[in-house]
């Protein structure tokens, strides 16, 4: 009896390992497929977008890498093998979390694949992931730390777009852009009579491959999701890389000049040549990212947008049910048209017919770019 516990036991731990080897094995990649998002929509254009969203993530995408990584299933779906684009180890293994959570999802169970859009949100769009993969430093001081962070240039933003009361603008202009970084100090206070206070610490800095890494800290030195709204309209770090493109912002309107500080004149100055050192260094890498194409970066967004704001046609491809059908589904839910790009016609949020979904996509920000309640975070257990 007692050999006969002792074989079931080795037997079920030998499928348990077999299934566990299985599964390490399939962690290399994941089964993605585009949809045309309107009618100049191309299988290129989705590929540039895709490229720039694993660029952002910090793969270095070593020129051809890309093509040679994908294998077609069918037209519009293919496997993408994530060992190869360049990403670090650390970097690689959180994207494979993500990867392992979105195969457990309904669309993924049921269809095999999932939408580029999908792995986009996912990704680029939800910050606690966003930070995991590009390796944020945990907290402030540790960003100080890896920075070896001493301010050069001290500007403060008497009137700006982006918060609603004063700031600061920190930089350490080292002439290395890979030491080079940013910091925006959010508060109370002002800084023309010396009674700013900083509370929240919007940090910015270039990865090695070129790339602008965003991170938003609170007055504990701790992560936050996004901005808080208390200080304005900075939001996620996806927003950052919206706002921000691929360039150290210049001023977006005239401030004015603080006794004892950079002036904005000085500041506009010293971050054009940043922003040459920052082109120069591109021109030195060696990616399936061409830089040189400024608005390349727009493909990018398209797919995340036009995944969370979906139109009757793109739901049909992806659900793979006619538009008849699908105008009776989601007959009184409301359509809006996205004021950035309109010719992606009437749009519907996601998150609003969740519901109605014939696959369900699992967890998702509520909101790529702003500040929500429905943040995932799969390397939480909370």
Known sequence: M????????????????CMSLSGIKNRNEIVLKYTIKHKDDTWEKN?????WALSMLGAELPRGSFDRNI????????????????FIPEALEAVKVVCDSIKTSDVYKKTGSVEIGHFVSLTIGSSW??????????????FLKQHNFEATEIFPVVHSEVSKYQRFLRSNFKGDIARTAFIAEEGRGL?????FSAKEFNVMDVMKNGQLRFMIYDSTGALLAAADEYFGISGKPAKCLWCHEINIQTLFVPTDSVPGYTGPVTFDRNTKKQNELLKQYRQTLASDVDFSRLQDHAQMELIYI??????????????NVSVNHLKRILKGFNTHVYHEYPFLGNLYYR??????????????PASIREHNNKEPN?????
């Open 378 to 382: 799969f390397f939480s257990s909370k």
């Open 2 to 17: 007692r050999k006969k516990i002792t074989a079931f036991i080795s037997l079920a731990l030998t499928i348990a390992l």
């Open 71 to 86: 294998n077609w299933v069918d037209k519009t779906t293919f496997r993408i093998n994530l060992d190869s684009l360049g």
């Open 129 to 142: 992931h966003y930070y995991r993969i590009v390796q944020a430093p945990v907290t402030y001081g540790d």
């Open 351 to 364: 998150d609003s017919i969740y519901a109605q979904s014939v696959y369900k996509p699992g967890r998702l």
């Open 306 to 319: 036009n995944y969370m704001e979906p139109s009757l046609e793109k739901l049909s491809q992806e659900w």
């Open 191 to 195: 800084v023309t009579n010396n009674s």
């Open 47 to 51: 590929r540039t977008g895709l490229l």
